[in-house]
């Protein structure tokens, strides 16, 4: 039998302790052969990554990086969630999204794990003389319903109330959120509406329908801008403040305002900053309820939903991979209800499969994953925790920007928030641009031969206030002008790899390449001659050894073979090379200029 010792079993106990300068001198020492000659703070910072919001993640985090005690979950602040249980009860609320509703959609998705609806009423989505068909045989005391109608909530609101009367839903039993959010409707499509209306539904949710909620503030219209996720925080800031101020001048307690919203946030598949932003957004929200007098009511209620920023319409499988990571995300940063966007969304309405496939990706992370059987399973990490403080001084800091502006109204009419939001997609699109943010299966490793995805085209969406971008929309008008050259002309536009030297010297380059090139729909070229390849431009591809020695001479060969343009994969100053490409180099201005030297408009 094997005996301990009697301090138990310290698997460290013989090891000396490291410090951190010791480590600093170890990564000196890795730098040092990559050819970087730093030492100390600026070797770590070598290795450390800039966000947005100007954050700073760092490679190591030990307990010298000290943050505020989130506290526990029930409590304020409220970081580690809004409720003593978390989600260890069932798990998180899925919640499915239908803008139409199809006969038996609504249905199959409550019987097949979507534990709530949330539903587009009104222009561009379900009528709301549509959404008693759309209801039908959905038990409204046990399926919360999530309404977005923008300037018909009032409409949709009767309509939804008159159904709960109509099916004997006693008022305590119905769930959900009226959804009214006159700013979030004024960030869509630049018109005001009267806070009148909504106020008065929140007085009669409050006064009859506990477990009923007047208002969304959703601040998925400022991530969808191109807002950062500080942006994001400030921007939700300001609006629920603007609405708790309305809600009690129209005569209800601060606590009973409080109750009346849930926030809807975007999540991405930047996991630990969805994470941190969750948390961090608990914590800005408590503060306001602090100040306002009502710290205990200040638990924000969050529903979080797939970024439909990341979401691409080439090779679009690649986003169940997204909306896996971001509702994982989702889960483990206490999301009370979370919304899988179907890996369609991009393209158009989405099909039975991929509506089956969203459910079942928040199905799989609860039950075979067990996410929600810890509550806030990240917090105490150094990095999640440092970076939730963080990101709550940037959104705090952003948000009081915005008061001292007049507020949330104001900063939407003035034009301001869209400046600041255009400042930071501006900064992010070239990073999109030089590719040092990739997008798997449109920058990277793009697959020119795919079959297109082809849906029923989606109702239009409200419009007319700030911009809807997406992360592949550069890359989008590259494959769609060579999409257009091959339906005119039987071909893609072509480039020709020419390999130098062994196949050790040139796959690396050559790979590059061709990702590159395939990135804006363009057809790379191997093998036989540039005569034989249909291009009229080359690439040059071998290692920096090969290229002193064979770059110039093989460039006057391509140029008298009748290359118009001869590229070079790398760096250098070779005659006969007309340009070259490599690792940071702005893709999207090269592929738009070689697509325009090809006459491929």
């Known amino acids: 039998m094997t005996v301990l010792p009697d301090d138990g079993l310290s698997l460290a106990a013989e090891f000396p302790d490291a410090t951190h300068e010791q480590w600093q001198r ?8 990559s050819g970087k000659e730093v030492s100390g703070e600026a070797a770590e910072d070598a290795l450390s990554t ?14 010298r990086d000290s943050a505020p005690d989130p506290g526990l979950p029930g409590f304020p602040p409220y970081v580690r969630g809004g409720r003593p249980q978390g989600s260890t009860a069932g798990g998180w609320d899925i919640r499915q999204r239908h803008a139409a509703a199809p006969d038996g959609a609504v249905l199959a998705d409550l019987e097949n794990g979507v534990t709530s609806l949330w539903l587009l009423v009104g222009r ?3 009528p709301v003389s549509g959404l008693a068909h759309a209801l039908d045989g959905v038990y409204l005391d046990l399926a919360p319903v999530v309404l977005d109608a923008g300037r018909d909530t009032e409409a949709a609101a009767a309509e939804l109330l008159r159904l709960y009367d109509e099916k004997g839903v006693a008022p305590e039993a119905a769930r959900g959120n009226l959804g009214a959010d006159p700013l979030g409707y004024e960030a869509r499509t630049g018109e005001s509406l009267d806070f009148a209306p909504v106020a008065a539904l929140a007085r009669r949710t409050a006064e009859e329908f506990p477990g009923l909620r007047a208002l969304t503030v959703d601040a998925l219209p400022y991530h969808e801008a191109g807002g950062s996720a500080a942006q994001e925080l400030g921007a939700s800031l300001a609006t629920g403040v603007a609405y708790l101020r309305e809600l009690t001048e129209s005569g209800l307690g601060v606590e009973q305002a409080l109750g009346q919203l849930e926030f809807r946030y975007a999540a991405t598949a930047d996991q630990f900053l969805t994470i941190a932003k969750l948390r961090a957004a608990r914590r800005l929200w408590a503060r306001v309820a602090e100040v306002s007098g009502a710290a205990g009511a200040g638990a924000q209620v969050q529903h979080a939903v797939t970024s439909p920023v990341m979401m691409s319409r080439r090779d679009p499988w690649v986003n169940m991979l997204r909306t896996t990571i971001a509702t994982l995300a989702a889960g483990v940063g206490g999301a009370d209800s979370v919304t899988v966007l179907p890996f369609d969304h991009a393209i158009g309405l989405p099909d039975a499969f991929a509506r089956r496939i969203a459910r079942n990706t928040s199905t799989i992370l609860v039950e075979e994953s067990h996410l929600a059987r810890v509550i806030d399973p990240a917090g105490g990490s150094w990095y999640v925790e440092r970076l939730t403080d ?15 502006d007049g507020g949330q109204a104001a900063v939407l009419r003035s034009g301001r928030l869209r400046t600041d939001l255009a400042a930071t997609w501006a900064q992010r699109s070239k990073k999109l641009a030089k590719r040092r943010e990739p997008i798997t299966g449109v920058s990277e490793f793009p697959l020119l031969a795919e079959k297109p995805v082809e849906r029923e085209p989606a109702p239009e969406t409200p419009s007319g206030g700030l911009p809807r971008v997406r992360r592949d929309e550069a890359y989008e008008e ?3 002008r060579s999409d257009a050259h091959l339906a005119a002309t039987g071909a893609r536009p072509r480039v020709y790899l ?3 030297g062994s196949a050790a010297e040139y796959t690396g380059r050559a790979t590059f390449a061709s990702n590159l090139f395939q990135a804006g729909g363009i057809e790379p070229v191997t093998g036989g001659s540039f005569a034989e390849s249909g291009a009229g431009e080359a690439v040059l591809c071998s290692s920096d050894d090969r290229y002193a020695e064979q770059a110039e001479s093989a460039a006057e060969s391509l140029k008298a073979a009748g290359a118009r343009h ?8 070779y005659a006969g090379v007309d340009s070259y490409v ?10 738009s200029e070689t697509l325009d030297r090809m006459g491929v408009s």
């Not at 170890?26 to 052969?33: D, P, Q």
């Not at 990101?391 to 001292?404: K, V």
């Not at 001869?566 to 100053?573: D, I, P």
């Not at 490599?582 to 592929?591: I, Q, Y």
């Open 124 to 126: 561009g989505g379900i």
């Open 390 to 404: 963080e990101l709550a001084h940037a959104g705090w800091e952003f948000f009081r920007t915005i008061e001292r």
């Open 498 to 500: 020419a390999t130098l």
């Open 26 to 33: 170890l990564v000196e020492g890795v730098l040092r052969k």
């Open 478 to 480: 590259l494959r769609a």
């Open 582 to 591: 490599f690792a940071g180099c702005d893709a999207v201005a090269v592929l």
């Open 566 to 573: 001869v590229f070079l994969a790398g760096r250098g100053g």
């Open 50 to 63: 800039t966000l947005e919001d100007g954050l700073r993640t760092r490679p190591l985090y030990t307990p």
